[in-house]
């Protein structure tokens, strides 16, 4: 069967409009460590799936699965050790005012438990997102995808933090801070106007969907106080940003704040569907209390076993200062590019995960989506797995497998500096 | 450590509220086929477990299992033939209107997915659910849980059909269908005097959550035309009610109609988190170029191999046979209880799904909530392991794995037996 057969009983089967990467999408049927290969056996190093995070067919980790799976998996209705112990040892890696978890499949769903959480804490309703974010797929958490500021719901926006892009031109570090933290106040104050109790703030750690900008200094903490102050609660998305991505075990961590809420999800199982919320033991009784929350298929003891492998990878392999290391000589190599290539205005990021800012005029900061799109086909038929991302979609993201290696980061910088000088001619 | 002790542990890294079955809970540490065993090594015959349709620990589904997260588990944007297949065989299984999945990782997703399907392909708002249900626990697929008749939102609820304590006493079924349709024509009508147009209706094809009701003779084909007639969809929730439980591939073959859109959960991967929508192609198609859902876990090759083994062993061991041909033995052994126990009102069900009616008084048939939990109690000392569900609190619901035999309805009878004489004396 050709690809073209195979597409078109994908269209069928699933659907038209069923997303696939890349101009020519590959078929991919194998993965080890940071390699995927495709059905005519062209090996691809992955620097996109964040989700297989000690590695794809991690062998601990299948191991872990397959021992459980064969022994017991049933819902937690009924006592379990497991989860319990996975549950403490996440707890452990976090702040130690966060000591409860509500688990969940999804990170759409660690989203709805957050949001319900919150307002069932406060008894408000209003809850703050930034207006380039994406942090699920349901009726309720579709709401905070790409919201316009000015929006008159539940949910309201405010501008990401960024100084590439800032609010207003011309201002120094510290006012811009001031500047993003007063569009936060004003949109507490239009909540306030209108009736609607704030319940808090929900932001991505690192904003990584908005394209991983440079925060403003202060901005994250004191965004927490102004929402705590009036009387809400700050909720940080990990999903993306978690499980020592970003070189520190969490995203807040980075980013210099103590969220009160924690919604977690993609690196937590290595692929299978294991997602949750930690928090406040008291905030996380009261949840229980008022939504009488059960889910299906979470805190079984499958998925702590697999939450548990993945950890002891994630320890015994020290995969945080590997993302520390291998991630600061990666952004240390790719720091040159601005200066050689005008399209790549700036290089960002935490650890494991990086962002080039592509433009068509370095001046007037021109995104250039189609450049960044382009970047990322030639690097895939070249064998690297790289996409594209940002709130304007203009910027290659790169986010491999935590067990990515110097090795692998001189394969890939070879590789962009190949496409970039393809594209643009000799640097 | 104690169960006392892991209960302490438990509370605080769960949160107290995270319920548990039984009065004593039981420590389950392994499963096999239609068994459970405790730490203590005491054996439970599982008449509870759905999700495990194949059997606990079933060999087929952990071998598939570990074979694809050993070789590839990646998310649906790369083309991969097994998710393809998949969908495709479960299309099989189905009318032939029902062509094109949307895969989700839980029951709640599925429903979400379902719920925006029919408001995209409709345009319309308004949901008609039944008023003793449970959907899921998202913010708005609660809104379908236990939703009181009379609510004025975008959901609104019906008397869910029965027989048993019908709408009104003393009327013949087919007065009880025509009284029951006409709810549902006053919600339509009342949707449409508030100006929110219609976008369907959601109910479970077999009415599990409100207690398996014997549902008067052609309501369900009458209710799904009523709601197409007024520009809705009819969507079957077959979380529960679905793949051979009923003696049939779907509930909607047994209660008789076919449904634009099914929802579907619980056993599909056979407690591996893998649920989903099927529907015809269009509905899907719209709903892709709308929603442009995305869902990591989701589609995945290891949820494909996962679902491919399940149906193997659904199709190789022919279970919907085996749930008509146990089913109907137990059925008929139970039909006897009535005559000889007062507190055992009616027996209700399909398939290896029963229900007992549990009351305190046989002619007010005043529901006796306490005595369907004390039976449960009772039979789980006695290893038997059942729960009481329904509108009421009070049908004793026996829903065992698809591989339960002859052999362990036996077992279960003579429980049953002692416990209805422990707690009632003679019959």
Redesign the interface.
Known sequence: ?T?NE??A??E??????????YRE???????EGVY?FDDAGNRYVDLY?N??CVG??N?H??EA??KQ?????????????S??KY??RL?AHHDKSL?????T?????AN?VA??MARFATGGRGIICTDAAYHG????VRKLTHTPVGGKGEIRSVPFPQTYRPIKEGTSEAELADLYLAEVGRVIEEFAADGIPLAGMLVCSIFANEGLPNIPAGFMSRAAELVRQAGGLFIADEVQAGLCRPGRWWGYEVTGFVPDIVSM??PL?????LAGVIAR?EL??Q???S??????????P?QAEVGNAVLDVLENENLCQNAVNVGAYLRDQLASVPARYDAVADVRGHGLFAGLEWVSDRAAKTPDRKGAVEAANRLKNKGFLVSNAGALGNVLKIRPPLVFARQHADLFLGALGEVLQEMYGHS
Chains 1, 2 share one sequence.
């Open positions: 069967m690809d195979l597409l009983r994908r069928r089967a699933l659907g038209k409009g069923a997303y696939l990467f999408p590959v078929n991919i049927v194998r993965g995927l799936n989700v297989p794809h067919a062998a980790v299948v699965m397959t799976a064969g022994t017991l998996n049933v819902h937690s209705r009924y006592l379990h050790e989860i319990v549950a403490e707890s000591t409860t978890t509500v688990f499949c999804t990170g759409t769903e709805e949001i319900m797929n349901s009726e309720e999800g993609k199982g290595n692929g299978f569907p033991e996380v009784n949840f229980r209390t939504a009488r929350y059960f889910n299906t298929f979470a805190s079984s499958l």
